[in-house]
């Protein structure tokens, strides 16, 4: 079975850029978790989608990040204009049904803003 | 607010020495506790949760909840232990909403 996909693994956009990030979770996962990594600070939740559905946004950091999951399946999170303290590293991750079941990570994605 | 805190960037011991990675964690109510692990070049994958109590790859875990802590210990370190190691709080006894420590990076020295 596949695990959770992100694309692209690596993103170095200048600031001012938009940068699309796309998160492929686990088939049947209606779980679907955004987190991030910046520099020497700890992994901090962004958002949790249950299907297409928002049902925790509270970590986003401000309204030029909009992640979307349309359909209920993949899920994209955008920063529009990115800013150099956007860099850092994006997981997705995925649960199936309830929320209590494990959450699995994708690999990440790096991004740079220069 | 949660928070977790992870006192230690870098921990070294030698192969064979027993290894205890520290984390406190504060938070008002009864929060699950979870240690993931992520080895060089892979995904973060959860280690172990406090609730099933179990013994994963020789690491065993208690919630102290008077010291509020959740320190990870395992009695004989191999090399292959060598990775990021992050302790994590849900407040909902969930995968919802985890909250992450910073991390401390384990290197085991043959």
């Known amino acids: 079975e596949a695990g959770v996909t992100q694309f692209p693994s690596h993103s170095v956009i200048e600031k001012g850029q938009t940068v699309t990030l796309r998160c492929d979770p686990i088939s049947g996962h209606d779980n679907l978790y955004w987190y991030r990594r910046v520099m020497g600070k700890e992994i901090k939740f962004l958002l949790h989608?249950?299907?297409?559905?928002?049902?925790?946004e509270s970590g986003m950091p401000n309204n030029r990040f909009l992640a979307e999951r349309t359909g209920g399946t993949y899920s994209t999170l955008k920063v529009q204009p990115a800013e150099l303290e956007d860099s850092g590293v994006y997981f997705c991750?995925?649960?199936?049904?309830?929320?209590?079941?494990?959450?699995?990570f994708g690999q990440g994605t790096r991004l740079t803003v220069v | 607010a949660q928070r977790v805190t992870q006192p230690e960037k870098l921990l070294s011991v030698f192969k064979g020495a027993p290894v205890e990675l520290k984390c406190n964690y504060s938070?008002?109510?009864?929060?699950?506790l979870f240690w993931y692990v992520q080895y060089s070049r892979q995904r973060l994958q959860l280690l172990l949760r406090h609730i099933s109590r179990e013994s994963i790859k020789g690491f065993t875990a208690d919630l102290n909840k008077g010291e509020t802590s959740f320190h990870l210990k395992k009695p004989f370190a191999q090399e292959e232990d060598s990775a990021m190691y992050y302790c994590a709080l849900s407040p909902s006894g969930g995968y919802q909403k985890v909250t992450f420590g910073t991390g401390t990076k384990l290197q085991v020295i043959p």
């Open positions: 991750a995925s649960s199936q049904d309830n929320g209590r079941d494990e959450a699995f």
């Open positions: 989608f249950v299907k297409e559905s928002k049902q925790d």
């Open positions: 938070y008002s109510g009864s929060p699950e």
